[in-house]
Nanobody, 121 residues
Framework: QVQLVESGGGSVEAGGSLRLSCRAS????????MGWFRQAPGKAREVVAV????????YSIDSVKGRFTISQDNARNTMYLQMNSLKPEDTAMYYC??????????????WGQGTQVTVSS
């Protein structure tokens, strides 16, 4: 089993920055990839960015390219999401997730409890 705990959310003004952290514990070596998701009120949850344990190019959605950076520190079992130039439309609950097998259609096996990000205009 894997436990994921997010931190780093908060309230900022548009143009500001936040760094989210996701600390993993348990059988962390079982995860093939980890990702950040977000869900705004009244909207479906969407993937924001994904990073692969084996290396390779991380994935991010177009709306955050150039503003958000996903990274991981294997020594600390921690994944990060650096968010710059935040916009009000980035307001959402952000979740980290992990998957044992990643590919065209990934089944996300582990989820954190979420951390709220609120961006005011």
């Amino acid at each position: 089993q894997v436990q994921l705990v997010e931190s780093g959310g908060g309230s900022v003004e548009a143009g500001g920055s936040l760094r989210l952290s996701c600390r993993a514990s348990g059988l962390t070596a079982s995860m093939d990839c980890m990702g950040w998701f977000r869900q705004a009120p009244g909207k479906a949850r969407e993937v924001v960015a994904v990073i692969y344990s084996g290396g390779g190019m991380p994935y991010s959605i177009d709306s955050v390219k150039g503003r958000f950076t996903i990274s991981q520190d294997n020594a600390r079992n921690t994944m990060y999401l650096q968010m710059n130039s935040l916009k009000p439309e980035d307001t959402a609950m952000y979740y980290c997730a992990g998957a044992r097998t990643c590919g065209e259609s990934t089944t996300w096996d582990y989820w954190g409890q979420g951390t709220q990000v609120t961006v005011s205009s």
